[in-house]
């Protein structure tokens, strides 16, 4: 039983003469190199939407600095120790 599934899709023939040529140049198929090419490209999506959460949580956290991280870790080492 096959673990992947075929999918088609439409390339302007300067993309597909490209992406023969870098598979040829690494010896991969074309198939390994889209793969690995849509993989990235869905890490850097979800980097990017983390990047986002992060400076929204950042702004309601009020942090604008490295130094107001430091203050925000020292006062929670501060509860920490104290509580």
């Known amino acids: 039983m096959r673990t992947t599934k075929l999918v088609t899709i439409s390339l302007p023939p300067e993309l597909l003469i490209k992406i023969e040529k870098l598979a ?3 010896n991969r198929t074309r198939s390994e190199l889209l ?3 849509v993989r990235q490209y869905l890490a850097r999506e979800e980097w ?3 990047n986002i959460y ?3 949580a ?3 956290a009020g942090i604008k600095t490295e130094k107001d991280i430091e203050r ?3 006062e ?3 509860g920490q120790s104290n509580g």
């Open 24 to 26: 040829r140049k690494e």
């Open 35 to 37: 793969r690995e090419t």
């Open 48 to 50: 990017r939407e983390l």
């Open 54 to 56: 992060a400076r929204s």
């Open 58 to 60: 950042a702004v309601k």
């Open 72 to 74: 925000l870790v020292n």
């Open 76 to 78: 929670s080492r501060d």
